[in-house]
C-alpha cells in the first residue's frame, strides 16, 4: 500500500508505481466501498468488460428469458426454506 495526501482542492497524486496503466486524460469511476476504501475504476476497462461478457446467457435453456421472473423464483424459494427452519 502506498500513502498519499489529499491536497488543496481535494486533489491527490497518482505514485508513479500506479501510474503505469493510466493515461493523462482517463476518465475514471470513484466510489467509496463498504470498508471506507476508495476505489478508481477506468471506464475502458469497464466497457470493455460489458463488450466481452454482453450477451453471455443467451441461447441458454436453463436460465429463464425473464430475469425478473427468475430473481423472484429465486427469493421465493429462499424465504420458504427460512420459513421451514
Known amino acids: 500500500m502506498i500513502r498519499v495526501a489529499i491536497e488543496e482542492g481535494y486533489r491527490l497524486t497518482v505514485?508513479?508505481?500506479?501510474?503505469?496503466?493510466?493515461?493523462?486524460?482517463?476518465?475514471?469511476?470513484?466510489?467509496?466501498?463498504?470498508?471506507?476504501?476508495?476505489?478508481?475504476?477506468?471506464?475502458?476497462?469497464?466497457?470493455?468488460?460489458?463488450?466481452?461478457?454482453?450477451?453471455?446467457?443467451?441461447?441458454?435453456?436453463?436460465?429463464?428469458s425473464d430475469g425478473v421472473k427468475s430473481v423472484n423464483k429465486i427469493r421465493r424459494s429462499v424465504r420458504t426454506q427460512v420459513k421451514d427452519r
Not at 20 to 33: A, H, P, Q, T, Y
Not at 34 to 62: C, N
Request: hydrophobic letters at 40%; zero cysteines.
Open 15 to 64: 505514485p508513479k508505481a500506479l501510474r503505469r496503466k493510466l493515461k493523462i486524460g482517463d476518465e475514471m469511476f470513484v466510489s467509496v466501498d463498504r470498508a471506507g476504501r476508495i476505489v478508481l475504476i477506468s471506464e475502458k476497462r469497464i466497457r470493455a468488460t460489458l463488450q466481452q461478457t454482453a450477451g453471455m446467457w443467451r441461447g441458454r435453456e436453463d436460465i429463464p
